[in-house]
Structure formats: structure tokens, C-alpha cells
Nanobody, 123 residues
Framework: QVQLVESGGGLVQVGGSLRLSCAASERTFSNYAMGWFRQAPGKEREFVAAIGRSGGVTTYADSVKGRCTISRDNLKNTLFLQMNSLKPEDTAVYYC????????????????WGQGTQVTVSS
């Protein structure tokens, strides 16, 4: 059982930056591909970014490509999401997730989820 705890969310102005972190309990963190999803009020949860087990491959949603960077530190069992040039439409609860399978954009392929961290972008 992998426990995931997100942090780093908050209130930021348009154009600002935030760095989300996700601490994993699992010592074999490097055995899991990881991802970030988000859910805005009244909307379904959507894919944001994903990263392979070693960190060598990544993929992004078109809506965040060029503005967000996903990374991981396998020695510290931590996943990151650096978000720049934030827009009001980035406002959502951001979830960290892990899969024992390969890196994927598919929500149903992820086995473990964090509780989420709120990101609010004000104009």
C-alpha cells in the first residue's frame, strides 16, 4: 500500500508559480510510475502530467504543456510539479497518483491516490 501526501498548494495570482510536492511512503518508490491529475469545481478529474519510474520520460496535457514540469527524486521518494504562468483555469484540487504499471494518462490505470492539494489562481 502506497500512501501519498501532497503539499505546496495555495493561492497565487495570475502569472505566478507554485511547486507541488508529493511524498510517498513506499521505499520502492522507483517501482511506480507517477502522475498528477486535477479536478476543478463542477468538472471531472483530468490528467495533468505523468512521469516514468526513472524520471526519464514524461508526458503532459496540452493545457499545461510548456508551463508545467513534472519531476521526481527517487532517493527522497518525492514527486514534484512545477507550475509557471498560472491561469485562472488552473484552479483545481491537484492529486498525486501512482501506478505499478507503465506511465499512462489513463486515470483508471492508477492504483494509489493522495488526498489532494488546492491550487487557486486569482485574477
Amino acid at each position: 500500500q502506497v500512501q501519498l501526501v501532497e503539499s505546496g498548494g495555495g493561492l497565487v495570482q495570475v502569472g505566478g508559480s507554485l511547486r507541488l510536492s508529493c511524498a510517498a511512503s513506499e521505499r520502492t518508490f522507483s517501482n511506480y510510475a507517477m502522475g498528477w491529475f486535477r479536478q476543478a469545481p463542477g468538472k471531472e478529474r483530468e490528467f495533468v502530467a505523468a512521469i516514468g519510474r526513472s524520471g526519464g520520460v514524461t508526458t503532459y496535457a496540452d493545457s499545461v504543456k510548456g508551463r508545467c514540469t513534472i519531476s521526481r527524486d527517487n532517493l527522497k521518494n518525492t514527486l514534484f510539479l512545477q507550475m509557471n504562468s498560472l491561469k485562472p483555469e488552473d484552479t483545481a484540487v491537484y492529486y498525486c497518483t501512482a501506478t505499478s504499471g507503465v506511465m499512462t494518462r489513463i486515470e483508471g490505470s492508477y492504483n494509489y491516490w493522495g488526498q489532494g492539494t488546492q491550487v487557486t489562481v486569482s485574477s
